[in-house]
């Protein structure tokens, strides 16, 4: 022990672990930051630039980084377990700084100011989630004192990740011999029972091959307008660690994308599955990239900093393309209550689905010009703790850009054997920050669904609406868009629009034909142009002084079939066709299109 408070001293200074737990909450935290910023240097910090020297210094100061956090997290242990063994005040006094911390936690889910782009609440309609969340923490607290502690070390990782600090070669040799002394300790202090901590680096290791075949055909209905036509094969490999075993347990995530050209020539590039062309109509014949992202686990607190694969209503990778969409950054996961997740993370660059390098970021809708975003910091909170109801709350800050907040919920009732009806909600609050890059954002978007499903049948009623003189935006080749008439070709989601939709489904496996599925639903949406904002910075574009009266409509068919069993299964393939059609007045911001999609999937379990 003396061994490890010699090295907490060192690497991390004097600090009592539960002291900077507090002061984290407190002052210095992603979640809490008021300051705006939100822990900018965070971005600069896992910018791995294209120099070698330089790229080599970020995997340095990383796994820097990462050796002080573990140092934190087993002197904190060792305090743990010498307060249980002598059963002194100091354990009275180490709960009690425990739960100030939870108290600033439960602070930190109530408090709905404006200018915390990560804890204001989306207007007033998820205040009594929020109430529900904080008296949900208040009454556990007694119950999970331990869990509610490695939470407060894991939120000592971001500021950890964030404050900038100097790597030095001497600093970093010493640290990485000490590392080997740490590692014998840990497995001391991991719980015999938990069957999480003991699987291993190798044996929880996975590799995974999905090979994905896909053709698009982007049919602009408009005789001065070239067509897109592209067709591509596409290869996703992605492999993910155990972890180490002990307590305190470290792993690596790893991909590596590969995108063949098949056809795409003589002027019909452009569809979005492969790169722009440098000019001359023709796609590059192959484009590809690789990442990979360090992860430490400690109880249910999973961190990783690196490369990544991300999906929440805030910030979602497409994965709507031949390949997907990745970022750079870090991300916190905790699941210690049970029927919970919370995460929370930052990001600096994406990887677009049909490039090969990464980029700052930017978004779908706002014309940015030559700028973009340094980082976009989330935070959120999924609950399942009811089989039939899911309900989401998150919050978002893109640098310079948004704050943006998402509630959802939805709601699976059993009305009889094999009916089921299903209502649920969406909605997004976005607000202008910062610098306001795009200009004045006041918009308040949702959707209302309400289906009806009788054995392999499904109807679905949809209606939307977008509240504001901006459209509602996300991060560009994102999926972050769950709103229930978001289509193949249309979002609906333009300035002050109103849209419904009309869906039906069918499961072919109550006629004997398991693994058949199909689709057709009637979209509409109107929107009054000339009331979007002419002076806006990044969204003039919407202004129409004709365009009072515009809509659009869109129609989608899809059919998808997957294979059940023999040496093909799980290959599946897909059919998909979208129209979209709009009147005089909707011309201004987009075409009359037909699209059509050919895909063929072949996910393959290396092991």
């Given at each position: 022990?003396?061994?490890?408070a010699g090295i907490?001293?060192?690497l991390?200074g004097?600090a009592d672990?539960g002291?900077?737990a507090?002061d984290?909450f407190?002052?210095h935290?992603?979640?809490l930051?008021?300051?705006g910023?939100?822990?900018?240097?965070?971005?600069?910090?896992?910018?791995?630039q294209a120099?070698p020297?330089q790229?080599?210094?970020g995997?340095?100061r990383?796994?820097?980084?990462?050796?002080?956090?573990?140092?934190?997290?087993?002197?904190?242990?060792h305090r743990?377990?010498r307060?249980?063994l002598?059963?002194t005040d100091?354990?009275?006094?180490?709960t009690?700084r425990?739960?100030r911390?939870?108290?600033?936690a439960?602070?930190f889910?109530?408090?709905?100011?404006?200018?915390?782009?990560?804890?204001?609440?989306?207007c007033r309609?998820?205040?009594?989630?929020?109430r529900?969340?904080v008296?949900?923490?208040g009454?556990t607290?007694?119950?999970?004192?331990?869990r509610?502690?490695i939470?407060?070390?894991?939120?000592?990782?971001?500021?950890h990740?964030?404050g900038p600090?100097?790597l030095r070669?001497?600093v970093l040799h010493?640290?990485?011999?000490l590392h080997?002394q740490?590692?014998a300790t840990?497995?001391?202090?991991?719980h015999a029972?938990?069957d999480?901590?003991?699987?291993?680096?190798?044996e929880g290791s996975?590799?995974?091959?999905?090979a994905r075949?896909y053709?698009?055909?982007?049919?602009i209905r408009?005789p001065h307008?070239?067509?897109s036509?592209e067709?591509?094969?596409?290869?996703?490999?992605?492999f993910e660690?155990?972890?180490?075993?002990?307590t305190?347990?470290f792993?690596?995530d790893?991909?590596g994308?590969?995108?063949?050209?098949?056809?795409?020539?003589?002027?019909?590039d452009g569809s979005?599955i492969l790169p722009?062309s440098d000019g001359?109509g023709k796609a590059?014949?192959?484009?590809?990239?690789?990442?990979?992202?360090?992860?430490m686990?400690?109880?249910d607190t999973?961190?990783?900093?690196?490369d990544?694969?991300l999906?929440?209503?805030v910030i979602?990778?497409?994965?709507?393309r031949m390949l997907p969409?990745?970022f750079?950054?870090v991300?916190?996961t905790?699941t210690?209550f049970?029927?919970?997740?919370?995460?929370?993370?930052q990001?600096s660059?994406d990887k677009p689905?049909?490039?090969s390098?990464m980029?700052?970021?930017t978004?779908?809708?706002?014309d940015?010009?030559?700028?973009?975003?340094?980082?976009i910091t989330?935070?959120?909170a999924s609950?399942?703790?009811?089989?039939?109801?899911?309900?989401?709350?998150?919050?978002?800050?893109?640098q310079?850009?948004?704050n943006?907040?998402?509630?959802?919920f939805?709601?699976?009732h059993?009305?009889s054997?094999?009916?089921?009806?299903n209502?649920?909600l969406?909605?997004?609050?976005t607000q202008?920050?910062?610098?306001?890059?795009l200009?004045d954002?006041?918009?308040?978007?949702?959707?209302?669904h309400?289906?009806l499903?009788i054995?392999?049948?499904?109807v679905?009623?949809?209606y939307?609406?977008v509240?504001?003189?901006t459209p509602?935006?996300y991060i560009?080749?994102?999926?972050s868009?769950?709103?229930?008439n978001s289509q193949?070709?249309?979002?609906?989601?333009?300035?002050?629009e109103r849209?419904w939709k009309?869906?039906?489904?069918y499961d072919f496996?109550?006629?004997?034909i398991?693994?058949?599925t199909a689709s057709?639903s009637?979209?509409?949406?109107e929107?009054?142009?000339?009331k979007a904002?002419?002076?806006?910075i990044?969204?003039?574009n919407?202004y129409?002084p004709?365009g009072?009266?515009?809509?659009h409509?869109?129609r989608?068919?899809?059919?998808?079939y997957?294979?059940q069993e023999?040496k093909?299964k799980?290959l599946?393939?897909?059919?998909?066709?979208a129209t979209?059609r709009?009147n005089?007045a909707?011309?201004s911001v987009d075409?009359?299109v037909d699209?059509?999609?050919v895909?063929?999937?072949?996910?393959?379990d290396?092991?």
């Amino acid at each position: 022990m003396a061994l490890l408070a010699g090295i907490h001293r060192h690497l991390t200074g004097t600090a009592d672990p539960g002291d900077i737990a507090v002061d984290v909450f407190a002052n210095h935290t992603l979640l809490l930051d008021r300051g705006g910023d939100l822990n900018a240097h965070l971005g600069d910090f896992l910018h791995l630039q294209a120099d070698p020297v330089q790229r080599t210094t970020g995997h340095l100061r990383l796994v820097n980084a990462v050796l002080r956090i573990l140092t934190a997290l087993l002197h904190h242990l060792h305090r743990r377990l010498r307060a249980f063994l002598q059963g002194t005040d100091h354990g009275l006094d180490f709960t009690g700084r425990l739960l100030r911390t939870l108290g600033q936690a439960t602070h930190f889910i109530g408090h709905n100011g404006k200018a915390t782009a990560l804890v204001a609440r989306p207007c007033r309609l998820d205040g009594s989630v929020e109430r529900q969340q904080v008296g949900l923490l208040g009454n556990t607290a007694d119950h999970l004192q331990h869990r509610g502690n490695i939470a407060a070390v894991a939120l000592q990782v971001m500021h950890h990740l964030g404050g900038p600090f100097q790597l030095r070669c001497q600093v970093l040799h010493r640290a990485a011999a000490l590392h080997h002394q740490l590692a014998a300790t840990i497995p001391t202090f991991a719980h015999a029972d938990d069957d999480a901590t003991q699987d291993g680096f190798v044996e929880g290791s996975s590799l995974k091959i999905h090979a994905r075949n896909y053709y698009m055909n982007h049919d602009i209905r408009s005789p001065h307008a070239d067509d897109s036509k592209e067709w591509g094969q596409g290869f996703i490999g992605k492999f993910e660690s155990g972890f180490t075993q002990g307590t305190v347990g470290f792993g690596l995530d790893a991909y590596g994308l590969l995108g063949l050209k098949l056809d795409g020539g003589g002027g019909t590039d452009g569809s979005s599955i492969l790169p722009v062309s440098d000019g001359n109509g023709k796609a590059p014949t192959a484009f590809s990239s690789a990442g990979a992202a360090l992860k430490m686990r400690a109880f249910d607190t999973v961190l990783k900093a690196g490369d990544m694969f991300l999906t929440n209503p805030v910030i979602a990778g497409g994965e709507t393309r031949m390949l997907p969409q990745t970022f750079r950054g870090v991300s916190l996961t905790n699941t210690s209550f049970e029927g919970w997740m919370f995460e929370g993370g930052q990001v600096s660059f994406d990887k677009p689905y049909n490039q090969s390098g990464m980029r700052r970021l930017t978004t779908t809708y706002g014309d940015l010009g030559d700028q973009s975003s340094k980082h976009i910091t989330w935070a959120g909170a999924s609950w399942s703790g009811v089989p039939e109801i899911t309900s989401n709350l998150y919050a978002a800050q893109l640098q310079d850009i948004w704050n943006q907040y998402y509630y959802d919920f939805d709601y699976t009732h059993t009305l009889s054997e094999g009916v089921t009806l299903n209502p649920g909600l969406h909605f997004y609050h976005t607000q202008d920050t910062g610098k306001a890059l795009l200009g004045d954002i006041d918009n308040n978007t949702f959707s209302l669904h309400l289906a009806l499903g009788i054995d392999g049948h499904k109807v679905t009623a949809v209606y939307q609406r977008v509240n504001g003189n901006t459209p509602f935006d996300y991060i560009y080749q994102g999926d972050s868009v769950y709103l229930d008439n978001s289509q193949q070709y249309s979002d609906f989601n333009g300035p002050n629009e109103r849209s419904w939709k009309l869906q039906y489904e069918y499961d072919f496996a109550g006629l004997g034909i398991a693994g058949l599925t199909a689709s057709a639903s009637y979209s509409r949406g109107e929107l009054d142009l000339t009331k979007a904002d002419p002076n806006s910075i990044g969204y003039s574009n919407w202004y129409n002084p004709e365009g009072k009266n515009a809509h659009h409509w869109e129609r989608d068919l899809g059919l998808k079939y997957v294979i059940q069993e023999g040496k093909a299964k799980d290959l599946a393939v897909t059919l998909r066709w979208a129209t979209n059609r709009g009147n005089t007045a909707y011309q201004s911001v987009d075409n009359d299109v037909d699209e059509y999609r050919v895909i063929v999937d072949y996910p393959i379990d290396v092991f």
